[in-house]
T-cell receptor
Framework: DAGVIQSPRHEVTEMGQEVTLRCKPI?????LFWYRQTMMRGLELLIY????????DSGMPEDRFSAKMPNASFSTLKIQPSEPRDSAVYFC????????????????FGSGTRLTVV | GNSVTQMEGPVTLSEEAFLTINCTYT??????LFWYVQYPGEGLQLLLK?????DKGSNKGFEATYRKETTSFHLEKGSVQVSDSAVYFC??????????FGSGTRLLVRP
């Protein structure tokens, strides 16, 4: 398996523009998580899905942020309009309670999208 | 609520020194505990885990023991290498299946 795949790796956009981050989880994983990482706030859980259904979005900072998971192999995180304070690295991770391999019970993270809003 | 507290970094060591990174947690019930490592420009990778009290997780020379009586999961390695330089995150998974991370500890190993 290629692991969790995120795109793009880097995104630079102007304030006010719409930004869409993409994630492809590991096949067979039924949990998907979006995290944001900044120096000031560390790793923050934004939202997570189970079987494509959003379970907890209490970490989404405000209405400018939205996330979808239209099927088991794809999720998006959208920011509209973007602001400079949204600049961060955004990680997607997937997991499955049935995973009995070395990573079992843990999450597998993608390489992240570094977002810069100017 | 559930939380994880890690020692502040950076931790700077010479090669072959002994490493300890402290981690304590607050949680209801019986969480699973993890250490993740993040190398520059990369995502987090699972380093080791422990799912119940007194379990010892180990990988690549790193070890951590789940101590329920002290609510701790300290990371140790007997002899660090330059290649171990990274940021280390302690985390717990609660009954909701969410991973809650500590703030991370940067380790710098000098030759």
């Amino acid at each position: 398996d290629a692991g969790v795949i995120q795109s793009p790796r880097h995104e630079v956009t102007e304030m006010g523009q719409e930004v869409t981050l993409r994630c492809k989880p590991i096949s067979g994983h039924d949990y998907l998580f979006w995290y944001r990482q900044t120096m000031m706030r560390g790793l923050e859980l934004l939202i997570y899905f189970n079987n494509n259904v959003p379970i907890d979005d209490s970490g989404m900072p405000e209405d400018r942020f939205s996330a979808k998971m239209p099927n088991a192999s794809f999720s998006t995180l959208k920011i509209q309009p973007s602001e400079p304070r949204d600049s961060a690295v955004y990680f997607c991770a997937s997991s499955s309670p049935r995973d009995r391999g070395p990573g079992g019970y843990g999450y597998t993270f993608g390489s992240g999208t570094r977002l810069t809003v100017v | 609520g559930n939380s994880v507290t890690q020692m502040e970094g950076p931790v700077t060591l010479s090669e072959e020194a002994f490493l300890t990174i402290n981690c304590t947690y607050t949680a209801t019930g019986y969480p699973s505990l993890f250490w993740y490592v993040q190398y520059p420009g990369e995502g987090l990778q699972l380093l080791l885990k422990a799912t119940k009290a007194d379990d010892k997780g180990s990988n690549k020379g790193f070890e951590a023991t789940y101590r329920k009586e002290t609510t701790s999961f300290h990371l140790e390695k007997g002899s660090v290498q330059v290649s171990d330089s990274a940021v280390y995150f302690c985390a717990l998974k609660d009954s909701s299946y969410k991973l809650i991370f500590g703030s991370g500890t940067r380790l710098l190993v000098r030759p």
